[in-house]
T-cell receptor, first 113, second 116 residues
Framework: DAGVIQSPRHEVTEMGQEVTLRCKPI?????LFWYRQTMMRGLELLIY????????DSGMPEDRFSAKMPNASFSTLKIQPSEPRDSAVYFC???????????FGPGTRLTVL | EDKVVQSPLSLVVHEGDTVTLNCSYE??????LLWYKQEKKAPTFLFML????IEKKSGRLSSILDKKELFSILNITATQTGDSAIYLC????????????????FGQGTILTVHP
């Protein structure tokens, strides 16, 4: 079975550019989570969805960040405009509502110059 | 607000040593506690504990939960260099209204380094 799929794996961009990160959750999972990880702040939950509906976006740092889940098999996290402090590893994870176990994708390492 | 605290924050040992990692938590309507291992990539699931006093074991790793004292420990015996990683503890809450159901609150992690 395929795990959580994320793309791209690495992204280098310049300040001010738009960045779009993509995620395909495990088939059948109804929860999808976006996290950001840095050395300073650890693993932070940005937003999560249940059945494609955003449930809690209180972790989204500011209006430059937005996330969508148009269907059960696809989600995007967009940063516009990007800033150097957005540099981090962004993980997508999914789970099934019957359990708390989340399965993480390989992550996208974002570098904003 | 839910809180998960791990200790120590970092630990350096030699191969063959036994280590104990700690995780304490404060969470409303506790449902589960999970341990993850993170090497130079994504966190991978190790254990999920929901009941006090029942040890979960996988090879040299074991974990137990104390719901009265609100903590869990992860033991690794006969450590190997491949055990070097960040170990993350997370808690999930049961439904009690609001928007926290389904999400995990993670601790800051313990960085374990095992030298040959």
């Amino acid at each position: 079975d395929a795990g959580v799929i994320q793309s791209p794996r690495h992204e280098v961009t310049e300040m001010g550019q738009e960045v779009t990160l993509r995620c395909k959750p495990i088939s059948g999972h109804d929860y999808l989570f976006w996290y950001r990880q840095t050395m300073m702040r650890g693993l932070e939950l940005l937003i999560y969805f249940n059945n494609n509906v955003p449930i809690d976006d209180s972790g989204m740092p500011e209006d430059r960040f937005s996330a969508k889940m148009p269907n059960a098999s696809f989600s995007t996290l967009k940063i516009q405009p990007s800033e150097p402090r957005d540099s981090a590893v962004y993980f997508c994870a999914s789970s099934y509502s019957g359990t708390d176990t989340q399965y993480f994708g390989p992550g996208t390492r974002l570098t904003v110059l | 607000e839910d809180k998960v605290v791990q200790s120590p924050l970092s630990l350096v040992v030699h191969e063959g040593d036994t280590v104990t990692l700690n995780c304490s938590y404060e969470v409303t309507n506790f449902r589960s506690l999970l341990w993850y291992k993170q090497e130079k990539k994504a966190p991978t699931f190790l254990f999920m504990l929901t009941s006090s006093g029942i040890e979960k074991k996988s090879g040299r790793l074991s974990s137990i939960l104390d719901k009265k004292e609100l903590f869990s420990i992860l033991n690794i015996t006969a450590t190997q260099t491949g055990d070097s990683a960040i170990y993350l503890c997370a808690v999930g809450r049961g439904y009690a209204g609001g928007t926290s159901y389904g999400k995990l609150t993670f601790g800051q992690g313990t960085i374990l380094t095992v030298h040959p």
